[in-house]
Protein backbone atom coordinates (compact mmCIF):
# COMPACT_ATOMS: atom_id res chain seq x y z
CA UNK A 1 0.00 0.00 0.00
CA UNK A 2 1.47 3.61 -0.94
CA UNK A 3 0.82 6.84 1.06
CA UNK A 4 0.33 9.03 -1.98
CA UNK A 5 -0.95 12.33 -1.60
CA UNK A 6 -4.44 13.61 -3.44
CA UNK A 7 -3.10 15.44 -6.65
CA UNK A 8 -3.17 19.30 -5.79
CA UNK A 9 -6.39 21.05 -7.50
CA UNK A 10 -4.29 24.31 -8.38
CA UNK A 11 -0.93 25.54 -8.79
CA UNK A 12 0.54 28.63 -8.00
CA UNK A 13 0.90 30.73 -11.72
CA UNK A 14 4.46 31.20 -11.41
CA UNK A 15 5.70 27.67 -9.89
CA UNK A 16 3.40 26.14 -13.02
CA UNK A 17 5.34 28.48 -15.22
CA UNK A 18 8.75 26.93 -14.25
CA UNK A 19 7.51 23.25 -13.56
CA UNK A 20 6.20 23.14 -16.70
CA UNK A 21 9.46 24.69 -18.39
CA UNK A 22 7.45 27.78 -20.15
CA UNK A 23 9.99 29.80 -17.89
CA UNK A 24 13.60 29.05 -17.33
CA UNK A 25 13.78 30.27 -13.65
CA UNK A 26 11.27 31.26 -10.98
CA UNK A 27 11.96 34.81 -11.01
CA UNK A 28 11.61 34.90 -15.14
CA UNK A 29 8.46 33.15 -14.26
CA UNK A 30 7.02 35.73 -11.20
CA UNK A 31 8.15 38.86 -13.75
CA UNK A 32 5.76 37.02 -16.30
CA UNK A 33 2.98 36.82 -14.36
CA UNK A 34 3.55 40.32 -12.71
CA UNK A 35 4.32 42.49 -15.89
CA UNK A 36 0.47 42.76 -16.60
CA UNK A 37 0.07 41.06 -19.72
CA UNK A 38 -0.61 37.30 -19.24
CA UNK A 39 -4.47 36.38 -19.34
CA UNK A 40 -5.63 33.04 -17.81
CA UNK A 41 -9.34 32.21 -18.86
CA UNK A 42 -9.99 35.89 -20.53
CA UNK A 43 -9.46 37.93 -17.12
CA UNK A 44 -5.85 40.20 -16.70
CA UNK A 45 -3.42 38.34 -14.24
CA UNK A 46 -1.11 40.67 -12.25
CA UNK A 47 0.02 37.99 -9.47
CA UNK A 48 2.59 35.57 -9.46
CA UNK A 49 0.22 33.69 -6.92
CA UNK A 50 -3.11 33.19 -9.19
CA UNK A 51 -4.08 29.69 -9.04
CA UNK A 52 -3.99 27.68 -12.20
CA UNK A 53 -6.33 24.67 -12.44
CA UNK A 54 -6.20 21.71 -15.05
CA UNK A 55 -8.62 22.88 -18.19
CA UNK A 56 -7.42 26.85 -17.49
CA UNK A 57 -6.25 28.80 -20.56
CA UNK A 58 -3.44 30.86 -20.51
CA UNK A 59 -2.47 33.79 -22.89
CA UNK A 60 0.55 35.45 -23.29
CA UNK A 61 3.42 37.05 -25.16
CA UNK A 62 6.69 34.99 -25.28
CA UNK A 63 9.74 35.51 -27.14
CA UNK A 64 8.34 37.18 -29.71
CA UNK A 65 4.94 35.02 -30.14
CA UNK A 66 1.49 35.01 -28.43
CA UNK A 67 1.11 31.56 -26.62
CA UNK A 68 -2.17 30.45 -25.96
CA UNK A 69 -2.22 27.15 -23.83
CA UNK A 70 -4.75 24.84 -21.92
CA UNK A 71 -3.51 23.21 -18.53
CA UNK A 72 -3.59 19.27 -19.27
CA UNK A 73 -2.29 18.47 -15.60
CA UNK A 74 -0.79 19.92 -12.79
CA UNK A 75 2.78 18.81 -12.76
CA UNK A 76 4.41 17.23 -9.25
CA UNK A 77 7.84 18.50 -9.68
CA UNK A 78 10.41 20.41 -12.66
CA UNK A 79 11.29 17.21 -14.78
CA UNK A 80 12.47 16.85 -18.19
CA UNK A 81 11.16 19.47 -20.86
CA UNK A 82 8.99 16.63 -22.14
CA UNK A 83 7.41 16.21 -19.08
CA UNK A 84 6.37 19.83 -18.74
CA UNK A 85 5.14 19.38 -22.22
CA UNK A 86 3.09 17.14 -21.24
CA UNK A 87 1.36 19.56 -18.87
CA UNK A 88 -0.17 21.74 -21.39
CA UNK A 89 -1.44 21.50 -25.30
CA UNK A 90 -0.72 24.61 -27.23
CA UNK A 91 -3.56 25.72 -28.87
CA UNK A 92 -2.01 28.87 -30.93
CA UNK A 93 1.12 30.16 -31.48
CA UNK A 94 1.33 33.13 -33.98
CA UNK A 95 3.69 36.62 -34.16
CA UNK A 96 2.92 39.30 -32.45
CA UNK A 97 1.69 42.13 -34.64
CA UNK A 98 2.30 45.71 -34.45
CA UNK A 99 -0.38 48.46 -33.78
CA UNK A 100 -1.89 48.26 -37.48
CA UNK A 101 -2.26 44.26 -37.04
CA UNK A 102 0.54 43.39 -39.44
CA UNK A 103 2.84 40.62 -38.23
CA UNK A 104 5.84 42.75 -39.91
CA UNK A 105 7.21 45.90 -37.84
CA UNK A 106 7.94 48.62 -40.51
Known amino acids: ?5 PAPESMRLDRFLWWAR ?19 DGRAIDRAHAPVRIGSILTFAHHGQV ?7 LPVRRGPPAEGRACYCDLVTSPVSSVDGSPYAA
Do not use: P, Y
Not at 1 to 5: E, I, Q, S
Open 1 to 5: MTNRA
Open 22 to 40: IAKSRDTAQAMACDGHFRM
Open 67 to 73: RVLRVES
